[in-house]
Nanobody, 124 residues
Framework: VQLQASGGGLVQAGGSLRLSCAAS????????MGWFRQAPGKEREFVAA????????YYADSVKGRFTISRDNAKNTVYLQMNNLKPEDTAVYYC??????????????????WGQGTQVTVSS
């Protein structure tokens, strides 16, 4: 499985960005997907996850109500819509595939493949 994340950039606090992650190499609709982030000097942390069919989602408390994860299985793509961004959202964002799971889970160790990351910087 290959994952290609895109859509990061520099935005002012209160602004929005939409990240995309295009997958290839295996039937996209058969597995769950997640977004994680890693700020400098910190461990990688869970942001959001979505089930194989998009019917179930799960969010970190820090982004609940501001971020929305979605997927388009016809386009083999998962999205992360980020609204009302805060400086503390600044990080490299990674998409990940959980090939053996169908439900969304928040654990780094559950994910089998990772994208290359896209930088999100929120200025105050």
């Amino acid at each position: 499985v290959q994952l290609q994340a895109s859509g990061g950039g520099l935005v002012q606090a209160g602004g929005s960005l939409r990240l995309s992650c295009a997958a290839s190499g295996r039937t996209f609709s058969s597995y769950a997907m997640g977004w994680f982030r890693q700020a400098p000097g910190k461990e990688r942390e869970f942001v959001a996850a979505i089930s194989w069919n998009g019917g179930s989602t799960y969010y970190a408390d820090s982004v609940k109500g501001r971020f929305t994860i979605s997927r388009d299985n016809a386009k083999n793509t998962v999205y992360l819509q980020m609204n009302n961004l805060k400086p503390e959202d600044t990080a490299v964002y990674y998409c990940a595939a959980d090939l053996y799971g169908v439900a969304p889970v928040p654990y780094v160790s559950e994910y089998d493949y990772w994208g290359q990351g896209t930088q999100v910087t929120v200025s105050s």
